[in-house]
């Protein structure tokens, strides 16, 4: 069975920093393409930013320079480091294996101003 959980989110002050974590199990992502998507109140779910099976990464222009995705694939972990966080960065973090129907359950991120 695979779990896509996610965790790290908070409550933060704008200008702070919060690191998530994508944690995989039941599913060998060493060969996986993982992305990051986030749903701010009253938004669509958007893509935020993506790690290939190379450490290749992408991201949204609104997060380029704040925002970096990492992958430790021995802990079958991706890790999301938001620094510089505005309000506008508000929304449920979602941690989806490329190609598949497996999402976590999403982990809340408030930014205040």
């Known amino acids: 069975q695979v779990q896509v959980v996610e965790s790290g989110g908070g409550l933060v002050q704008a200008g702070g920093s919060l690191r998530l974590s994508c944690v995989v199990s039941g599913l060998t992502v060493n060969n996986k393409l993982i992305n990051w998507y986030r749903q701010g109140p009253g938004k669509q779910r958007e893509w935020v930013a993506g790690?290939?099976?190379?450490?290749?990464?992408n991201y949204v222009d609104s997060v380029k320079g704040r925002f970096s995705v990492s992958r430790d694939n021995a802990k079958s972990t991706v890790y999301l480091q938001m620094n510089s966080l505005k309000p506008e960065d508000t929304a449920a973090y979602y941690c989806?294996?490329?190609?598949?129907?497996?999402w976590g359950q999403g982990t809340q991120v408030t930014v205040s101003s």
């Open positions: 989806n294996i490329a190609m598949t129907n497996y």
């Open positions: 790690i290939s099976t190379g450490r290749t990464t």
